[in-house]
C-alpha cells in the first residue's frame, strides 16, 4: 500500500477533514507591450467552508461561479492568491516536501472530461499504475495486481487493463478515471462534474458507483457539478456559489425545502419536475451574469435579484448562520431589510 501522511486530528477542527478559510484565487488579466497585469479576473474571493471526514460536500452554481477553480487550488494545480487551506488540522503552505507529496496522495482529482485526462498513448493499466510508480512502487508484479484489484472494484474486467482510452465508452472511461483515482489509496476525492458528459442512465451507474466506493474505502467527496437534481442524490451538505463568492450552505434536506437565497431559490425553480400536473413556482431573474473582473458592489446577487434593495446594492451581505446548520450571505434572508 502507499505510504500515507501521518498527521494527528487538532481539536480545534473536529472531524473536519478539510477547512477553506477566506480563499482567494485571481487571475491576473495582461495587456500591452510589456505584458504588464491590467486587472484581475476574481474567480474565488474570499471563500470559506469545512467538509467533514466521510461526508460528500456539493458545490453548485451557474458556469464560471468558480466552483471548478476551488478544487484546482485544493490539488494545487492552481496557486492560490489568498486565505488558508488546513487538511486533517494542518495548513498545506507549512508542510514540508514530503509531507506535501504525501498529501497529494491522499487528495485525488476525477476530471469532468474523463477522455482528455487519459493519455491516449497508454494502456489502461499503464495510466492507473504511474502513480502507484510515482509513489515508490516499483516493482510491475505489484503494480498490476493493485491495477487489476481497483478495476474490478469499479466494474471494468481484467482485460481491459491492455486496452487503450479510444477503445472505451464515455462511461467506461469515467470508471477508469476513478480507478487512477483510487489506486493510490486517497482519503479525500475531488470529483469535478463526474457526470456531466454521460447519459443519465450511465449517470446514474456512476453516482452509484461512487456511493458504495466511498462506504468501502471510507472517502470522503467534493462534489462539484451544476446539475441539481444529481447533488440532491448524492450529498450530504450543499454549497451554493455565485460570481466567486459563496451564497448559501447547508445540509442537503433543508437546502432543498427551504432555500434561503434569492440565488438558490430561483436554481431550485428551474428543477424539471416529471408530474405535469404539479405547479411550482418559478423566481424569475433578470439580466445576465456580471463580469467576474468587474463584479457589482455590495452583493454580488443584486444586479439579477427580485427582491433587490439599496441597502444590497451599496453593502455586501456577510454570510451567516440564520438557523441551526444553515448560512446564507443575504439582506433579505436576515431580515435586515
Known amino acids: 500500500m502507499v505510504e500515507q501522511i501521518e498527521t494527528r486530528s487538532n481539536p480545534e477542527f473536529g472531524d473536519e477533514i478539510l477547512k477553506i478559510c477566506n480563499l482567494k484565487k485571481y487571475f ?9 497585469v491590467a486587472n484581475y479576473v476574481k474567480a474565488v474571493d474570499d471563500v470559506s467552508f469545512s467538509i467533514r471526514q466521510g461526508e ?15 478544487g484546482l487550488v485544493l490539488m494545487r494545480i492552481e496557486p492560490k492568491t489568498d486565505g488558508q487551506v488546513f487538511y486533517r488540522g494542518k495548513d498545506l503552505d507549512t508542510l514540508s516536501k514530503e509531507d506535501q507529496r504525501r498529501t497529494r496522495t491522499e487528495m485525488q482529482f476525477i476530471f469532468q472530461d474523463p477522455y482528455s485526462s487519459l493519455d491516449p498513448r497508454m494502456t489502461v493499466g499503464e495510466s492507473i499504475g504511474e502513480g502507484l510508480y510515482l509513489q515508490g512502487m516499483r516493482s510491475s508484479k505489484e503494480r498490476r495486481k493493485v491495477v487489476l484489484d ?6 471494468l474486467e481484467v482485460y481491459h487493463a491492455d486496452r487503450y482510452p479510444h477503445e472505451f465508452s464515455g462511461g467506461q472511461q469515467q470508471r477508469i478515471g476513478i480507478a487512477r483515482a483510487l489506486a493510490v489509496y486517497p482519503r479525500f476525492v475531488i470529483c469535478d462534474e463526474p457526470v456531466s458528459a454521460l447519459d443519465v442512465s ?7 458507483l461512487l456511493k458504495d466506493l466511498q462506504q468501502e474505502f471510507g472517502l470522503t467527496y467534493l462534489f462539484i457539478a451544476h446539475n441539481l437534481s444529481v447533488v440532491e442524490y448524492i450529498s450530504d451538505r450543499v454549497g451554493v456559489m455565485y460570481l466567486g463568492k459563496m451564497m448559501e450552505l447547508a445540509d442537503r434536506n433543508t437546502l432543498f425545502k427551504h ?3 434569492p440565488y438558490t431559490q430561483a436554481l431550485m425553480a428551474s428543477i424539471p419536475i416529471p408530474d405535469p400536473s404539479i405547479q411550482r413556482e418559478r423566481v424569475a431573474l433578470k439580466g445576465e451574469i456580471p463580469s467576474p473582473i468587474n463584479p457589482p458592489s455590495g452583493c454580488r446577487f443584486h444586479t439579477r435579484c427580485p427582491f433587490v434593495k439599496d441597502l444590497c446594492r451599496q453593502q455586501e451581505p456577510p454570510m451567516e448562520e440564520l438557523e441551526a446548520g444553515h448560512q446564507a450571505a443575504c439582506w433579505l434572508a436576515s431580515g435586515k431589510i
Open 28 to 36: 491576473p488579466i495582461r495587456s500591452g507591450l510589456l505584458r504588464r
Open 56 to 70: 460528500t460536500f456539493g458545490l453548485v452554481g451557474e458556469s464560471g461561479c468558480g466552483k471548478t477553480t476551488i
Open 150 to 155: 481497483i478495476l474490478n472494484k469499479v466494474g
Open 202 to 208: 450511465i449517470q446514474s451507474q456512476i453516482l452509484n
Open 259 to 261: 432555500p434561503l437565497h
